[in-house]
């Protein structure tokens, strides 16, 4: 399913991409009647068509769907777009642990307050019979005020579903797989137990404790080598939590903690401090860059574009919006929720980025007080040249041609405008460039 942004998906507005995996992608998302912002989550389009993927990515859904706990992103709810599904989630502003040891390993303390925080999501999880087979630094997201979420249930099992994955097919991360799902053996929730014993390795140590050329090496070594002990790595690593991080990355499941609950126990003395993780990241990544705001001469040229698009009406929109939002991102984004058409939206929101990348770099004035523009005089359109583009558009789209023509003609001030609204409702690149050799000018 390609998505764009600007494209509305039943009360859903797409305002950006968050990331991709192997099977789906994530979009910032706005709730048009409530304004609330969510992660939209769905199937790549060219696994739309695979069953398998499709069966997987529903059982993800309703997996997702039973459980409720503040360290779990939540499902808001889900719905089905043409021949996919869509997952409407909790929107996590933060930052993954992943990102947070890009710039070294972590304290200790704040490490254990993060880990305690994703084995309090697991337990809950376990409890309800869901493993969820995948826990790494990437599918661990730290909000800005240290609340930890687990997310990513992609290929996490439920008793309560039936298994889709066939045996022995590998799914997860090789690098942070338990021995067991290797070995394409049954796992348990000493699999999840395992994997976050490597994740808290690697926090604290800022290295895997089984690394390789290969992945033969890689599962080699989760198969039969001993790991470093952490303290070996970093001093500030107390023995005991040492200790406790090689029990859970011991070979045998029996040899390692036997629930999530048990493994926070054993972490308690060292933790948690509920500022640390927070600071911590804070020193670890640079803050996140800011989003430029609109400039006059910015304030000018959207004014100018949406004026074609809504008419007088345009100049009052922008200096409202401009007064609520604070970036020219999102001033673009506001105002184009005012055009209800959707083609005519993404030609708005297109042209914006457009006048964007060709603006002069360096600081400039940041007003945010629209640029008075002169509103287009009302234009006398000849009902015979009206009706020539009628008949041309038909020959593409067919009779809602007229209606468009009708509509589009009230709104723009010249006839390049008129083109340039029309041939968007024409799907085919190749049939555009028709419609506009056969208009007449």
């Known amino acids: 399913m390609n998505l764009q942004i600007g494209q509305t998906i039943g009360?859903?507005?797409?305002?950006?991409?968050?990331?991709?995996?192997?099977?789906?992608?994530?979009?910032?998302?706005?709730?048009?009647?409530?304004?609330?912002?969510?992660?939209?989550?769905?199937?790549?389009?060219?696994?739309?068509?695979?069953?398998?993927?499709?069966?997987?990515?529903?059982?993800?859904?309703?997996?997702?769907?039973?459980?409720?706990?503040?360290?779990?992103?939540?499902?808001?709810?889900?719905?089905?777009?043409?021949?996919?599904?869509?997952?409407?989630?909790?929107?996590?502003?933060?930052?993954?642990?992943a990102a947070a040891i890009q710039g070294g390993p972590l304290d200790p303390a704040a490490g254990v307050d993060a880990i305690l925080q994703v084995l309090a999501a697991l337990a809950y999880a376990h409890r309800h019979g869901v493993i969820h087979r995948d826990i790494k630094p990437a599918n661990i997201i730290v909000r800005n005020d240290g609340v930890v979420k687990v997310t990513d249930f992609g290929i996490a099992r439920s008793s309560a579903?039936?298994?889709?994955?066939?045996?022995?097919?590998?799914l997860g991360?090789?690098?942070?797989?338990?021995?067991?799902?290797?070995?394409?053996?049954?796992?348990?929730?000493?699999?999840?137990?395992?994997?976050?014993?490597?994740?808290?390795?690697?926090?604290?140590?800022?290295?895997?404790?089984?690394?390789?050329?290969?992945?033969?090496?890689?599962?080699?070594?989760?198969?039969?080598?001993?790991?470093?002990?952490?303290?070996?790595?970093?001093?500030?690593i107390a023995p005991e939590l040492s200790r406790a991080i090689l029990r859970a990355l011991a070979k045998?499941?029996?040899?390692?903690?036997?629930?999530?609950?048990?493994?926070?126990?054993?972490?308690?003395?060292?933790?948690?401090?509920?500022?640390?993780?927070?600071?911590?990241?804070?020193?670890?990544?640079?803050?996140p860059a800011p989003q430029p705001a609109a400039t006059e001469d910015d304030l000018t040229a959207i004014q100018a574009k949406l004026l074609q698009y809504l008419g007088?009406?345009?100049?009052?929109?922008?200096?409202?919006?401009?007064?609520?939002?604070?970036?020219?991102?999102?001033?673009?984004?506001?105002?184009?929720g005012h055009i209800p058409d959707l083609r005519e939206r993404e030609v708005f929101l297109k042209a914006c980025q457009a006048h964007s990348a060709q603006s002069e770099s360096g600081p400039?004035?940041?007003?945010?007080?629209?640029?008075?523009?002169e509103t287009p005089q009302p234009v006398t359109w000849d009902p015979h040249y009206l009706e020539k583009v009628k008949q041309s558009l038909a020959q593409h789209i067919g009779p809602v041609a007229g209606v468009l023509v009708d509509r589009t003609c009230k709104r723009v001030a010249s006839r390049q405008q008129l083109y340039d609204v029309l041939v968007t409702h024409i799907p085919s690149e190749k049939d555009r460039a028709k419609f506009l050799q056969s208009v007449p000018r």
């Open 173 to 236: 991360s090789l690098y942070y797989m338990s021995p067991e799902q290797i070995q394409a053996l049954p796992v348990d929730r000493r699999s999840d137990l395992y994997s976050v014993g490597v994740t808290l390795y690697e926090v604290l140590t800022g290295r895997r404790p089984f690394e390789g050329a290969n992945e033969y090496e890689i599962m080699r070594g989760h198969l039969e080598s001993t790991p470093v002990p952490p303290e070996q790595l970093a001093a500030r």
């Open 252 to 287: 045998d499941p029996a040899q390692r903690f036997q629930t999530a609950d048990e493994f926070r126990a054993a972490l308690g003395p060292a933790g948690p401090r509920p500022a640390a993780i927070t600071q911590t990241l804070r020193t670890h990544l640079p803050p």
């Open 364 to 373: 400039r004035p940041s007003p945010l007080t629209p640029v008075p523009v």
């Open 312 to 336: 007088p009406i345009a100049p009052r929109l922008v200096a409202q919006a401009a007064s609520r939002t604070a970036s020219r991102a999102a001033l673009v984004r506001d105002l184009a």
């Open 11 to 97: 009360d859903y507005e797409i305002l950006g991409e968050l990331g991709a995996g192997g099977m789906g992608k994530v979009f910032r998302v706005r709730n048009v009647i409530s304004d609330r912002l969510d992660a939209m989550k769905v199937l790549r389009p060219d696994l739309v068509a695979d069953a398998g993927m499709g069966d997987r990515f529903l059982r993800e859904i309703k997996v997702h769907a039973s459980m409720v706990h503040p360290n779990i992103a939540g499902l808001h709810t889900a719905l089905r777009h043409g021949d996919s599904y869509l997952m409407v989630m909790e929107l996590v502003e933060g930052r993954s642990l």
């Open 161 to 170: 579903v039936p298994r889709l994955t066939a045996t022995g097919s590998l």
